[in-house]
């Protein structure tokens, strides 16, 4: 995200006129416009092996992300352990490009858990409740700010190396209708430094750092068309965690300002997922789309040095828009009983979808790279059934593969010899997967 | 030029850390009982206090509470202001069979009210409660599975969840001295909250149906934060720029949470009363302080005459703490009135903590005192309160209070910047938990 100065005062501009035109140059902040890994490949072993669907096709506590209106249809209590990893082969070519873009490899963990409340009389079989988690190996929230002449995949790279925590709840209202919510969390940062020597003459810092719950809220219906089909829509508000830190120095004999480190450490957009899928047989469809408000995503750091209330014109480098664009993703999944047996059942799943990038072409000095993106999905799960302990053993695959992209430089903005120009291109693939054990209990 | 401390000191952005459960209880009943309840918990508390607990469990169980805590923490007389806390706790209790065998799933949540955690590192050299200033301020998750694979015997284990946070960061551009709001800086942060995972592991014993014993087993856990830094830009005062290039390193651990071994029995001496005592030995001498450790480097030239560059300033010696390993004996009682459609309970606990901080008689100023607790609670039971709902419905209060006794702090060096100083404190903390049994 660039940033541009503030209006500046006449007299300065012209002394500092050479420093300002390498600020614009290269003074401006980007990041990655993080969000969750379940916004990038979806949530749980059948939904992602399905192309990332689930609106209308969801089963078990994966329907706490994808609709939680489909919690409603547990009927008994499962508890999932799973394990699942992601490797990202991203190319960036150019004057000043890597080639080869390093992106840290990303291991963790799912558990999930269908709780359906036994009531009785007219509640039976009514309300669910649904916990989907997952726990990356080593990080639970990445927050990256890189100077926007870095080259950087902006909605990859560090996407898929983040905490999510859903809990939900589903109730089925009768005559096909189900109704759900609810609420993903994520964790952002906020505090304070003030600094001095102690005593001794030591450096010495008072620090105030909170960690801060940002929640987004997921909400979810469906309605039975028949035996066979059903419909469904689910919307998930923005989520987003922020880290913001002030720095305050005071007593140093000159004045130095506050320095705001400040960004967005994720951020999903507001999305739509509407959805029709067959349901029954042995063969089961999902088609739909997600509509994704890529638009209002902030996209960048606050500036560094914010102006004080009393001098609101300073020149200080200020925030503009990264100018991403709405998306709209379509999906397919199929899934189909391979193979029955009065002790066991073998699926095979398939699915698509291809992303379209919510970035625009970097023109300018920025290199915020991202490519559209096609996604095959592959699975496949053995479900055991009685007189042997029910439960499923699941595995699923995901390949992204980036659609080349060029990015030509508009030379009248870029100096000859900035990193990118006078034309970048990118492409690449992902790979993800995962296995997990789900038990009934 | 001290500002590149100030730089410097957000590297020191300290984790999400150990939780407050320990201190006033998870739950109402077991914070009435003076959480002696090693032996005698299976709701959502058991995920804190012993995860063999839910095996005991019989029903699908959800809980949630709220706790309240007051404090009003002295030194020399005056109020420290130390934060209340507040907070929701519950938990969900799945239980089930597995290859035929008991087991069951536990999930509990502590969250506090305005944040989930807050941490705050000072000098070494401030006084400052050093048990209950931040250390109330954390969020707990515990995921938890347990079995029962003998009628007698309970087995039980999970993790807490904790974050900390780690990060590089650079600030470039052009510092205007004389004018520090045009200053046209940039900044570039590469920061993780990183997962820190604490187990937990329990075991319960039942030899007969009036006594119960269980052991449980918390980890360690320290969140080691290690942070570098690096600057490059200009500084320009009076029209001269001068280059200037400043890095630091920064290591500091904050949020200890020491290992704990707690051994627990509870006994029904009568139908309707049950008696619990606790032990826990807890490892406070592997302490750490969460002082920062830091160093740094200053380049700067060209500015003779127009900016008196300070030398750099000494690294931090951060001094061992010295805690030491204390046991905390806890008791607690509960009695039944039984009705033949409400359970009326009466509860009251009583604990003590020994100071685990040593006498303060350097230049560190670790602020601690002795703490008694007592407790008192009340519980109700209802079973099939409504036709749909064949379970229970639960409802638990509790207050408690924690007295620490005036403790006097006297320095070796009369001539110390602080000086010595008395330290007591009074907290007051009430709340209730609602259950429903399914």
């Known amino acids: 995200m660039p940033l541009r100065p503030g209006i500046p005062y006449p007299r300065r501009a012209l002394r500092r006129s050479r420093a300002l035109l390498a600020a614009v140059a290269a003074l401006s902040v980007a990041r990655a416009a993080s969000a969750s890994p379940q916004d990038v490949f979806g949530y749980g072993p059948r939904a992602t092996a399905l192309g990332a669907t689930g609106a209308a096709s969801?089963?078990?506590?994966?329907?706490?992300?994808?609709?939680?209106?489909?919690?409603?249809?547990?009927?008994?209590?499962?508890?999932?352990?799973?394990?699942?990893?992601?490797?990202?082969?991203?190319?960036?070519?150019?004057?000043?490009?890597?080639?080869?873009?390093?992106?840290?490899?990303?291991?963790?963990?799912?558990?999930?858990?269908?709780?359906?409340?036994?009531?009785?009389?007219?509640?039976?079989?009514?309300?669910?409740?649904?916990?989907?988690?997952?726990?990356?190996?080593?990080?639970?929230?990445?927050?990256?700010?890189?100077?926007?002449?870095?080259?950087?995949?902006?909605?990859?790279?560090?996407?898929?190396?983040?905490?999510?925590?859903?809990?939900?709840?589903?109730?089925?209202?009768?005559?096909?209708?189900?109704?759900?919510?609810?609420?993903?969390?994520?964790?952002?940062?906020?505090?304070?430094?003030?600094?001095?020597?102690?005593?001794?003459?030591?450096?010495?810092?008072?620090?105030?750092?909170?960690?801060?719950?940002?929640?987004?809220?997921?909400?979810?219906?469906?309605?039975?068309?028949?035996?066979?089909?059903?419909?469904?829509?689910?919307?998930?508000?923005?989520?987003?965690?922020?880290?913001?830190?002030?720095?305050?120095?005071?007593?140093?004999?000159?004045?130095?300002?506050?320095?705001?480190?400040?960004?967005?450490?994720?951020?999903?957009?507001?999305?739509?997922?509407?959805?029709?899928?067959?349901?029954?047989?042995?063969?089961?469809?999902?088609?739909?789309?997600?509509?994704?408000?890529?638009?209002?995503?902030?996209?960048?750091?606050?500036?560094?040095?914010?102006?004080?209330?009393?001098?609101?014109?300073?020149?200080?480098?200020?925030?503009?828009?990264?100018?991403?664009?709405?998306?709209?993703?379509?999906?397919?999944?199929?899934?189909?009983?391979?193979?029955?047996?009065?002790?066991?059942?073998?699926?095979?799943?398939?699915?698509?979808?291809y992303e379209p990038s919510p970035a625009p072409e970097q023109k300018g000095v920025s290199n915020q790279l991202d490519n559209d993106r096609h996604a095959l999905t592959l699975g496949w799960a053995v479900a055991t059934l009685a007189p042997w302990p029910e439960g499923r053993f699941e595995a699923y695959f995901q390949l992204h593969k980036l659609v080349p992209r060029a990015h030509e430089k508009d030379m009248s903005e870029v100096a000859p010899g900035a990193v990118g120009a006078p034309r970048v291109e990118t492409s690449g693939h992902v790979l993800f997967g995962g296995v997990a054990v789900t038990a009934r209990f | 030029m001290r500002a590149r401390a100030a730089v410097a000191a957000v590297l020191l952005v300290a984790p999400a850390s150990a939780n407050p459960l320990g201190t006033y209880g998870f739950g109402s009943r077991e914070a009435a009982m003076g959480a002696a309840v090693t032996a005698d918990t299976s709701g959502a508390s058991a995920t804190f206090y012993n995860p063999a607990g839910l095996a005991r469990a019989e029903r699908l169980t959800l809980e949630l509470g709220h706790l309240q805590v007051n404090q009003r923490l002295l030194i020399d007389g005056r109020d420290t202001k130390t934060d209340p806390v507040k907070g929701l706790s519950g938990g969900v209790v799945a239980p089930g069979e597995l290859f035929r065998v008991p087991f069951a799933f536990g999930l509990g949540v502590h969250l506090p009210d305005d944040r989930l955690s807050r941490i705050r590192t000072m000098r070494q050299d401030i006084p400052r409660w050093e048990l209950y200033d931040n250390r109330a301020q954390l969020l707990f998750i515990g995921a938890m599975l347990a079995v029962r694979p003998a009628r007698w015997l309970a087995i039980g284990g999970g993790v807490a969840f904790l974050s900390s946070t780690r990060g590089d960061f650079a600030i470039s551009g052009r510092a205007q001295l004389d004018s520090p709001y045009d200053s046209q800086l940039r900044h570039q942060v590469d920061a993780d909250l990183t997962t820190v995972r604490v187990p937990y592991l329990g075991v319960?014993?039942?030899?007969?149906?009036?006594?119960?014993?269980?052991?449980?087993?918390?980890?360690?856990?320290?969140?080691?934060?290690?942070?570098?830094?690096?600057?490059?830009?200009?500084?320009?005062?009076?029209?001269?720029?001068?280059?200037?290039?400043?890095?630091?390193?920064?290591?500091?651990?904050?949020?200890?949470?020491?290992?704990?071994?707690?051994?627990?029995?509870?006994?029904?001496?009568?139908?309707?009363?049950?008696?619990?005592?606790?032990?826990?030995?807890?490892?406070?001498?592997?302490?750490?302080?969460?002082?920062s450790r830091s160093t740094s480097h200053l380049e700067i030239s060209g500015v003779d005459g127009v900016l008196a560059v300070p030398p750099d300033t000494k690294p931090t010696v951060v001094k061992d703490p010295e805690f030491r390993d204390r046991v905390v004996p806890r008791v607690g009682v509960e009695g039944w009135v039984i009705d033949a459609r409400v359970k009326v309970a009466a509860r009251a606990g009583y604990v003590f903590e020994r100071s685990p901080v040593p006498p303060q008689t350097g230049t560190t100023n670790f602020v601690d005192a002795d703490r008694h607790t007592v407790s008192l609670g009340a519980g109700v039971r209802v079973p099939r309160p409504a036709d749909v709902l064949e379970g229970e419905l639960r409802l638990d209060v509790h207050a408690a209070w924690s007295f620490l006794p005036e403790r006097r702090t006297v320095k070796d060096n009369p001539a110390d910047f602080v000086g010595g100083y008395r330290a007591s404190g009074r907290q007051t903390s009430y709340g209730a938990t609602l259950g429903v049994l399914f």
């Open chain 1, 58 to 353: 969801a089963e078990g506590a994966e329907a706490a992300w994808a609709n939680p209106a489909l919690l409603s249809l547990a009927r008994s209590r499962e508890l999932t352990l799973g394990f699942q990893a992601t490797r990202l082969a991203l190319r960036a070519d150019g004057p000043g490009m890597p080639g080869p873009m390093h992106a840290e490899p990303s291991e963790g963990t799912l558990v999930a858990a269908q709780l359906p409340l036994p009531l009785k009389r007219w509640l039976r079989d009514r309300i669910a409740l649904g916990l989907a988690f997952y726990a990356p190996t080593d990080v639970l929230v990445r927050g990256r700010v890189l100077y926007p002449e870095t080259p950087q995949f902006a909605t990859l790279a560090d996407r898929v190396q983040t905490f999510s925590l859903q809990a939900g709840l589903g109730v089925d209202l009768g005559r096909g209708l189900r109704v759900g919510g609810a609420i993903s969390a994520l964790a952002g940062i906020a505090g304070t430094v003030h600094v001095a020597t102690d005593t001794s003459g030591a450096v010495g810092t008072k620090v105030d750092d909170q960690l801060i719950a940002t929640f987004g809220r997921i909400v979810g219906a469906s309605y039975d068309l028949g035996d066979a089909y059903r419909v469904g829509v689910t919307y998930r508000s923005k989520l987003e965690a922020r880290f913001a830190v002030l720095i305050t120095v005071r007593d140093l004999g000159f004045d130095v300002p506050e320095f705001n480190i400040a960004g967005l450490a994720q951020y999903d957009p507001w999305q739509v997922q509407g959805e029709i899928a067959r349901v029954k047989g042995k063969t089961r469809v999902a088609v739909g789309a997600t509509f994704k408000r890529w638009s209002s995503y902030p996209g960048a750091p606050e500036p560094t040095v914010v102006c004080p209330p009393e001098k609101p014109d300073c020149l200080a480098l200020r925030v503009t828009s990264p100018g991403f664009h709405d998306t709209v993703v379509p999906r397919v999944g199929v899934e189909r009983e391979v193979l029955a047996d009065p002790r066991f059942k073998l699926l095979g799943r398939a699915g698509y979808f």
């Open chain 2, 204 to 291: 319960r014993v039942d030899p007969s149906d009036r006594w119960s014993l269980g052991l449980s087993y918390r980890g360690e856990s320290k969140l080691d934060l290690r942070l570098d830094a690096d600057i490059k830009g200009e500084a320009e005062k009076l029209g001269i720029v001068a280059p200037v290039r400043y890095t630091l390193g920064s290591r500091s651990f904050d949020a200890f949470q020491p290992r704990q071994l707690t051994l627990g029995v509870s006994t029904l001496p009568h139908p309707r009363v049950r008696a619990n005592m606790d032990l826990t030995y807890v490892q406070w001498s592997s302490y750490e302080s969460a002082t």
